[in-house]
């Protein structure tokens, strides 16, 4: 059972009440879509130019899970999952450039994991940002994706999680506390639920200037979409 830690700052979120009216819009292009193969359609990934999902981004000084300004011109949000081979490939493949434009302060990237393949990848998710509590979440992130491949069933066990832990120079006894405590199961079910309610059943998925973004594209589709965004914000 989570341990309850009260003094623990928390600062879960609720899901938007317009992400409700948008969830159906993204539904349609999952199933429209299919799952994250990286061979579909690029054109067909970014065709619907007319939705605006930029209400998803969140925007906060406090999240712990993502990267660049906060007040970047562009959000890009990801949906994910540790168990996930595609998402491992594009974390390998196209987070290093979208990574350099958020370090330019063009992009605000924030990181959700939907754990559609289940508790594995939920303890995998819980780790990641017991790792973020300890100012240490794309070290750890980029661990659970090594090579732009997945852990199996073994390495996402508690003891090969906090071992990785322990590797990355963090505090494994306050490590092993967050990982199991109620507040980081609870922002775990709340990212969670953002991506189901958006229509996140396949990964990875994505929202990048408020446009849909389905299976790991070539990195060349978000970096046109990425253009594009910014010249609309010129």
Request: hydrophobic share 40%; aromatic share 8%; proline share 6%.
């Amino acid at each position: 059972m989570p341990t309850k830690q009260p003094t623990r700052a928390r600062f879960t979120w609720a899901v938007p009440a317009t992400i409700i009216v948008l969830a159906g819009l993204l539904i349609l292009i999952v199933i429209g879509i299919g799952s994250g193969n990286p061979e579909a359609d690029p054109a067909q990934a970014t065709s619907s130019a007319e939705i605006d999902l930029t209400t998803v981004e969140l925007r906060n000084e406090a999240d712990l899970m993502a990267a660049g300004p906060v007040d970047a011109p562009v959000g890009l949000v990801v949906f994910s999952d540790y168990q996930c081979p595609y998402c491992a490939q594009w974390n390998e493949e196209t987070l290093p450039l979208m990574m350099a434009h958020a370090e330019s302060g063009d992009l605000r990237i924030e990181w959700r994991d939907v754990n559609v393949f289940g508790a594995d990848s939920a303890r995998a998710s819980r780790a990641s940002y017991a790792a973020a509590l300890q100012g240490k979440f794309w070290e750890y992130h980029n661990a659970l994706f090594p090579d732009g491949h997945t852990l199996n069933e073994t390495g996402l066990s508690n003891e090969a999680l906090i071992s990785l832990a322990t590797e990355l120079g963090l505090d494994a006894e306050q490590f092993t506390a967050d990982l199991n405590s109620e507040s980081t199961y609870e922002q775990i079910n709340t990212n969670q639920q953002l991506g189901l309610s958006l229509g996140a059943y396949s990964t990875p998925a994505f929202i990048l200037g408020g446009q849909p973004i389905m299976g790991a594209q070539p990195s060349g589709v978000f970096e046109q979409t990425l253009q594009a965004a910014l010249a609309n914000t010129k």
